[in-house]
């Protein structure tokens, strides 16, 4: 399996994996060769440092995008634990496992200074360590396909990314505070070496030690503990299988019918408000879209909290704007997550206004209350009200440009995704690459923002309130043009525009003059690039083509 998947893309993902694997497993031997007393507490907190790879690194890459699924094993006569034990195996024979098992030799090299006893012991407890971590991994990705089936677990899982991804982008924060520790130092608190031996991570290095002081109870418990938690590991392995292959997942929940009092209920009986309750109703039934935008929740609100540990408020009143974002950002794919449904869109004539600016509206009422929340809470927290008019001026534009760049996007640009029925629960295999789609959002929103700042900047100066307010107003032109850029030019009467040339953008190519179910139609649900890179050539595209015939 492992030599039919080298592919050209995924071959050179594994030699890029293999070499750094290979040089911060060299890395973490030389950690074993220093000082005993110092290379203990370090090699500790390496080996947790491995641990959290083995548990987020798989669901970064996609999961089981590359591997042997159970799925493939259903028509297999095996119980769920054979097939447990089987798939583990299989994992073991990957260049990840091999790369983890070089930088677990450490432990004997730190073992074999301290004597030959506790060298035995470090080859004993390699293997069990190295199957924790796989098993570890297993069970991760498992269980977020599992907490992925509900709206709650969706917002849940977002979080540790969303942290993870905010921790990364605001690097530099991090290390002014990890500057002004200790650690660098070498003056660890005195709890942080025993929470590393705590955690399963650190079970080896305290059998190690214990061995090395002659308290073989100590270590022999440590051997016992790690041993019984790999079975335990593979048995709770062999449930979740079990569970996944026989589609145990619960009833599903029941969901009331809208009361005329609540929002949906007073919707207007329109094509516009048919399509707003559509979306309202599907931005909490679809776990994808939940996902994407707690994860935007989340890291604006990790994002602007994250210099408060070196004391900075600065960044607090820019929470809302983030969140704006990176929700419109993230849900540049409208149209892609609707799948084959979208059909149902394509095949219906003159809906085009109203299902462009029905998504746009449900996007402003799920995200822009919690976007106003944040800005003023942050700025009333930050306690400078000199703020007011650059973080309100800031975040109209932003609110704005996100709602009509997240619907040209995903018409223009769309990312292949699967059928929500097809879909294997985890959103790094699911979702596509939306790194373009963000800083093209990041990029455009600055653009818009530059007028905007311009002129609370001259009122500031100059101080001036009236103008220095005056930018508020001045977002919303801005946010005309990109509105008008989403909705406008497919979906104006004018004989230059034609309605189909939106439809065969979302579709991502020219339809056929019969139809897109006659044989002349060259539409494949497989592709995923759109028909025109600019609004002019594809109306010129359409050549007055009317579909559906009259």
Same mark, same amino acid.
């Given at each position: ?117 506790? +060298? /035995?012991? $470090?080859? @004993?407890?390699?293997?069990?360590? &190295?199957?924790?971590?796989? =098993?570890?991994? !297993? #069970? *991760?990705? %498992? ?81 016992? +503990? /790690?041993? $019984?938690? @790999?079975?335990?590991?593979?048995? &709770?392995?062999?449930?979740? =299988?079990?569970? !996944? #292959? *026989?589609? %145990? ?92 449904? &979208? ?10 206004? %109203? ?196």
């Amino acid at each position: 399996m492992l030599r039919n998947s080298m592919t050209a893309g995924h071959a050179a993902e594994m030699t890029l994996g293999a070499v750094l694997g290979l040089l911060t497993a060299s890395g973490t031997i030389m950690v074993a060769v220093n000082d005993a007393a110092i290379s203990a507490d370090v090699l500790a907190a390496v080996f947790a440092g491995w641990a959290l790879g083995w548990v987020l690194g798989p669901l970064f890459a996609g999961g089981e995008k590359n591997d042997l699924r159970p799925e493939h094993l259903t028509r297999v006569p095996m119980t769920s634990r054979t097939m447990a034990s089987g798939l583990f195996g299989v994992s073991l024979f990957s260049i990840g496992a091999a790369v983890t098992l070089l930088a677990l030799l450490a432990l004997v090299v730190f073992g074999a200074r301290l004597g030959p006893g506790p +060298a /035995l012991v $470090a080859v @004993v407890t390699v293997p069990a360590m &190295l199957a924790t971590l796989v =098993l570890c991994s !297993r #069970i *991760t990705v %498992a269980l977020v396909g599992e907490t992925m089936r509900s709206r709650l677990g969706a917002a849940m899982i977002a979080m540790p990314w969303a942290v993870i991804v905010a921790c990364a982008s605001n690097i530099g924060i991090l290390l002014v505070v990890l500057g002004q520790s200790q650690l660098l130092r070498g003056g660890w608190p005195a709890w942080l070496p025993i929470t590393l031996r705590v955690l399963p991570s650190g079970w080896g290095i305290a059998a190690v030690e214990a061995s090395s002081r002659s308290d073989w109870l100590v270590a022999g418990g440590a051997l016992v +503990a /790690l041993i $019984a938690l @790999v079975g335990g590991l593979l048995a &709770l392995w062999s449930r979740l =299988l079990h569970r !996944r #292959i *026989t589609g %145990a997942l619960g009833a599903p929940a029941v969901r009331p019918k809208a009361s005329t009092r609540s929002l949906l209920g007073r919707l207007p009986s329109t094509r516009l408000g048919a399509v707003i309750g559509k979306e309202l109703r599907t931005w909490p039934r679809d776990m994808l879209r939940t996902y994407f935008w707690f994860f935007a929740l989340w890291f604006s609100i990790a994002y602007t909290a994250l210099p408060l540990l070196a004391g900075v408020t600065a960044y607090l009143p820019w929470a809302g704007i983030a969140l704006v974002v990176i929700a419109a950002a993230c849900s540049a794919n409208l149209y892609s997550a609707d799948g084959s449904a &979208l059909w149902l869109t394509l095949m219906t004539p003159g809906v085009e206004r %109203a299902d462009v600016r029905g998504r746009q509206t449900a996007w402003l009422l799920v995200t822009v209350p919690v976007a106003v929340a944040l800005t003023v809470i942050g700025v009333l927290i930050n306690g400078q009200s000199r703020l007011w008019p650059w973080t309100l001026g800031i975040l109209a534009s932003s609110i704005g440009t996100g709602a009509g760049l997240l619907a040209l996007l995903s018409v223009m640009v769309p990312i292949r995704m699967p059928d929500a029925h097809r879909r294997s629960a985890n959103p790094a295999t699911d979702s596509g690459n939306l790194t373009g789609l963000v800083w093209t959002m990041i990029g455009a929103s600055v653009a818009a923002a530059l007028p905007v700042a311009a002129l609370v900047l001259v009122g500031t100066l100059r101080d001036d309130p009236l103008l220095r307010w005056s930018g508020l107003p001045s977002a919303w032109p801005s946010a005309d043009c990109a509105c008008g850029c989403s909705g406008g030019w497919p979906t104006a009467g004018s004989r230059r525009t034609d309605p189909n040339c939106w439809r065969s953008c979302v579709a991502g190519t020219r339809t056929s003059a019969r139809g897109p179910g006659s044989p002349r139609s060259s539409w494949s649900s497989r592709q995923a690039g759109p028909v025109c890179a600019s609004p002019p050539a594809c109306v010129s595209a359409a050549g007055g083509f009317r579909w559906p015939p009259a």
